[in-house]
């Protein structure tokens, strides 16, 4: 009988519930991620032989060597290899092999040689798969509690492709990782975007066929499989994708290929490193690598080293304060000349911030490159509870005819619903802010079929007036709804320094009384 998802969900929860004495829900993705993967690997594996063994019983007078070349060939596509090969100590690197040793001292050092020699036996694969694995150390996680989370996690049903789909098996990593974040706050932004973010971003820059879809600060991958959910979706063929990611932090670079093969999705690399300081994917002549869409969600206002001589800098390098602008170069410098297009996720502040960033972003609207900003609501993010947007790009002279020379402006800033720990965006919300996206607009820049009552309000600015004003794309300055609420914001103030004065000159009237009085001790 299928699994359901409620089903592995909760098993899996269970599982990672076994950690809750030991460390912070920040952390469990270390140990609960590559857990869960090796058992659908040896899951997968286990499914497989049997099926090798069951269509192959009438060739028992086949030597090993020949059953191997035979199960290799026509059933695996991996290979689970032995461990302590020709001693007493031999077994298979499974889930089920090591699972039977639980009660025997030195679990976390069965459960480390077993993953590396899978890293090792399908090196172009699974190579660094698993991330540190320091948690298999005794000083990290003691062998009661890794047989805690193993006997749990193995009341999970077999998780292979028989038992249960690759949607579901996709869909209850996913869950985890949400439910990861939910309950480890501001440190969960290093491996997660909150799934509606992404939504939108990968909806507005629609993946087709066949392209390459690039993600510089990846994460645990969920924007490159939200593209190739959303062209199955749509009706594409979303296994054609060829994505591509690079993440500073090998755990987290572990963590999105284990996702991507859980979703099914074998077209893909995953590169370790700093993507300003070390870009791993490049051209032959060193230049970077040019993909068709790009999406990101960086850390925000990152301090870094700056460049002191790199062709990515254009209008200028980013100050060490901020690596926002840098981010942005790079995603620039990464586009496919003839139809790239990228989508980034960013604070505020690069929309009006002076100095190099403000001299970057002339050039850019300059050179017609920015082709939308949407402003989003505050407390999406599992990181930080500011205000922040998204910046839609598009390769020189690919915009359409009516949106060059331009940029559009969204203001989405009121559409969302409260949930438990941020904002979220519904699929209504999503839905209204990409239909605005596509919008026609009239000659005073206005949507032909406005939604201002909606919490919604878009407007095309020419780059006449946003020269006029300075290059500075705060959206108050463009939308009339962004702009009213900045004036009530001055308004409070005004309130606020009404009252403040009152109150001091009360507090000088007592002082005066008490004074009077001959009572000490109250002067200013």
Known sequence: MAVTQQEIENRLWDAADELRAVMPEAQYSSVVF??????YLSDTWEHQHQEFLADNEGLDDLSAEEAHEIEYRDYQSFEIPFIHRGTVSERR???SSILATVA?????????????????????????????????SEAVLSGDVLAAVMQAMNRTPKMHEGNMSHDV??????????????GSGTRAGQFFTPREV???????????????????????????????????????????????????????????RMNLFMHNLTEFQIEVGDTLKDPRFKKPDGSVAQFDVIVANPPFSLKWKP???DPRAIGGVAPQSSADWAFVQHMIASMNPEKGRAGVVLPHGVLFRGGQEAAIRQRVLDDDLLEAVIGLPVNLFYSTSIPTCILVFRAPGTKKKERR??????????????????NVLTEVDIADVVTAYHSSFDSEGN?????????????????????ANGYNLDIGKYIKQAAAEQQDLGTLIDIYNVARAERQKSEQRMHAVLAAAGIEGFDE
């Open 169 to 182: 098996l996709g869909g209850a990593y996913e869950y985890l990782l949400k439910r990861f974040s939910d």
């Open 93 to 95: 690197a499974s889930w």
């Open 34 to 39: 590559p857990l869960m993967f090796w058992k």
């Open 447 to 467: 949507p032909a079929d406005p939604d201002g009552d909606g919490g919604l309000a878009a407007r095309f600015v020419s780059a006449t007036e946003i020269s």
């Open 405 to 422: 020379n331009g940029v559009l402006f969204i203001d989405a800033s009121k559409r969302f619903t409260k949930a438990k720990n941020r």
């Open 104 to 136: 025997m001292p030195g679990l976390g050092m069965r459960v480390r040689a077993s993953l590396q020699a899978i890293e090792t036996a399908n090196p172009d694969k699974f190579s660094r798969l698993f991330g540190s694995m320091n948690w298999t």
């Open 307 to 309: 460049w002191t001589d």
């Open 198 to 256: 992404v939504e939108l971003i990968v909806e507005i820059l629609d993946p087709k066929n066949f392209e390459s879809v690039y993600d510089p600060t990846c994460g645990s991958g969920g924007m490159l499989i939200a593209s190739a959910n959303l062209l199955k979706a749509s009706g594409g063929r979303g296994y054609t994708l060829k994505l591509h990611g690079q993440e500073a932090v090998p755990d987290t670079a572990g963590v999105a």
